[in-house]
Nanobody, 126 residues
Framework: VQLQASGGGLVQPGGSLRLSCAAS????????IAWFRQAPGKEREGVSG????????KYADSVKGRFTISRDNAKNTMYLQMNSLVPEDTAVYYC????????????????????WGQGTQVTVSS
């Protein structure tokens, strides 16, 4: 079982990035998935997640209206489209998944998830 994240980089404020995360060894379409991020000196923060049961997406208040989570079942890949980036979005971003169907309040909790990618650095700076 493996998750391989990519797509991070350096972007100016107001810019966009799309993170990708390819899964192997299991099927993403049957899984609940999420993106987390961790900035230096801060705790890991849930950014967005989709639970498998009803496909509803949940977003952290700090990214609502700017970030969009999605997945391509044919490619077994999940994405995070990030628009209108601000310096506070600078962090290492992690993709994650679980075969479970968490309750709504647990979607953005790290202990919900079993599989983690290696992280990709996103830096927003002029």
């Amino acid at each position: 079982v493996q998750l391989q994240a990519s797509g991070g980089g350096l972007v100016q404020p107001g810019g966009s990035l799309r993170l990708s995360c390819a899964a192997s060894g299991f099927t993403l379409s049957y899984s609940s998935i999420a993106w987390f991020r961790q900035a230096p000196g801060k705790e890991r923060e849930g950014v967005s997640g989709i639970r498998s049961g009803d496909g509803r997406a949940k977003y952290a208040d700090s990214v609502k209206g700017r970030f969009t989570i999605s997945r391509d079942n044919a490619k077994n890949t999940m994405y995070l489209q990030m628009n209108s980036l601000v310096p506070e979005d600078t962090a290492v971003y992690y993709c994650t998944a679980t075969s479970g169907n968490p309750i709504w309040s647990a979607i953005l909790q790290p202990l919900t998830y079993d599989y983690w990618g290696q992280g990709t650095q996103v830096t927003v700076s002029s």
